[in-house]
């Protein structure tokens, strides 16, 4: 069973969540609400999200200053922010929002549609980087269990039978991403995610029998 993805949706609006519930409940992942900044910090201590959903104007820490929290944290950094804003300062606002760390900052109101095709595609991309991660965790106990294994081929045809099909899903990805002219950070984090399936690809393919030698095994992030 594959486990859904958490998406954190931060705003001291209660109408404003529920719309955003409505938005993305079409996506089938586990949304989580936040009237706060400090609250959204307290869940980031113990859950991992895809995608943070982050409202600009919130009474007490706004949301630029919980982005700058977010990112401080090692756990937190990489979780792409998503900006949400019902005041458009002009360019100067919206740089502000890039530079706490936001992958994106829209106004509203905003087309449902495309907040929801945005925050897929970092579902999706969060997904395969947790299959990702599961192949990896495999390789290492096959490594650690290298010298009581008898008959490893087996195991390693699994394994590598699991990686094709996260490499081709990722590949599907990625030329959906090219095809829609897709943000940039999407783009970015896609093209990371096939490194490190080239770099598991390499190892495990250096365990396979004749191969002269094991490679380092890569540290997905």
């Known amino acids: 069973?594959?486990?859904?993805?958490?998406?954190?949706?931060?705003?001291d609006r209660p109408e404003n969540?529920?719309?955003?519930?409505?938005?993305?409940?079409?996506?089938?992942?586990?949304?989580?609400?936040?009237?706060?900044?400090?609250?959204?910090?307290?869940?980031?201590?113990?859950?991992?999200f895809a995608v943070i959903l982050l409202d600009v104007q919130m009474p007490g820490m706004d949301g630029f200053e919980t982005a700058a929290h977010i990112k401080r944290r090692e756990r937190t950094r990489d979780i792409p922010i998503i900006f949400l804003t019902a005041i458009n300062h002009g360019p100067h606002h919206t740089f502000r929002g890039y530079a706490a760390g936001a992958v994106d900052y829209i106004s509203k109101p905003f087309d449902?549609?495309?907040?929801?095709?945005k925050v897929s595609v970092f579902v999706e991309l969060y997904m395969k980087n947790c299959q990702l991660k599961e192949q990896a965790e495999l390789l290492r106990l096959q490594l650690a269990g290298a010298g009581e294994v008898k008959e490893p081929t087996g195991l390693l045809a699994e394994l590598s039978a699991r990686l094709a099909a996260v490499e081709e899903q990722a590949e599907a990805l990625s030329k959906q991403l090219d095809d829609d002219s897709a943000d940039a950070a999407a783009?970015?984090?896609?093209?990371?995610?096939?490194?490190?399936?080239?770099?598991?690809?390499?190892?495990?393919?250096a365990l396979e029998p004749g191969s002269g030698g094991g490679s380092p095994l890569p540290t997905p992030n």
Do not use: C, N, Y
Not at 18 to 47: F, H, N, P, Y
Not at 191 to 204: D, I, S
């Open 1 to 11: 069973m594959v486990q859904k993805a958490k998406i954190l949706l931060v705003d």
């Open 17 to 48: 969540l529920l719309a955003l519930e409505a938005i993305l409940s079409a996506l089938d992942q586990t949304l989580v609400r936040a009237s706060s900044g400090e609250e959204a910090l307290k869940a980031l201590l113990t859950d991992d």
């Open 112 to 117: 449902p549609w495309v907040l929801r095709a």
């Open 187 to 205: 783009v970015a984090t896609a093209a990371h995610l096939e490194r490190k399936l080239t770099g598991l690809r390499r190892a495990l393919d």
